[in-house]
């Protein structure tokens, strides 16, 4: 798509799209996005920082939740393909190309997610149909929770690289 499109980054890593492109296109960007899109997510999700991302963090954030069924349905956070939307206070939002630790811990001790991404969006005022928060695409995640959220994807097969709700 062109620059003129309406089309805003939040919607189309919610129609799927893996990756965006700003004009003069870096090469360099466009071959590790191709060798990310072709390793499968297990070992890619499985390295340090991910396959092509400095390791670096510029913050964290700590998430605590009843269970992961209740925070989906309350649409505090929703997974996608390659990432996961997470509802947040507007004065909390990382901004948007940070990488953060993040950790979704359960109020019966468990941790349900934690790993490594970078915010792709943000959403920075809520509406009535979606509240504020942020797009995060997994760089990597713990080898606890690795395996639970592939087959999580796997089961509910969402079209959405980074849901917007």
Excluded at 61 to 86: C, N, Q, T, W, Y
Excluded at 102 to 113: M, Q, R, S, V, Y
Excluded at 122 to 131: D, I, L, S, V
Aim: charged letters at 25%; aromatic letters at 8%; glycine letters at 8%.
């Amino acid at each position: 798509m062109t620059g003129y499109s309406a089309l805003s980054v939040e919607d189309a890593y919610n129609r799927g799209a893996e990756a965006l492109f700003s004009k003069p296109i870096d090469t360099k960007a466009m071959i590790g996005v191709i060798k990310r899109l072709l390793a499968p997510a297990d070992i890619q999700w499985s390295k340090p920082g991910g396959s092509n991302e400095s390791t670096d963090e510029d913050m964290s954030i700590s998430l605590k939740f009843a269970d992961l069924p209740h925070a989906f349905e309350a649409k505090m956070v929703s997974l996608g393909r390659g990432g996961m939307f997470v509802a947040m206070d507007m004065e909390k939002l990382p901004k948007v190309d940070h990488t953060l630790h993040f950790k979704i811990d359960l109020k019966n001790g468990k941790t349900a997610l934690e790993g490594k991404g970078i915010v792709r969006w943000a959403r920075y005022k809520g509406t009535k149909e979606y509240p504020a928060g942020c797009g995060i695409e997994f760089l990597s995640l713990s080898d606890a929770n690795r395996q639970d959220i592939l087959s999580m994807i796997s089961v509910k097969k969402p079209r959405a690289f980074i849901p917007n709700s």
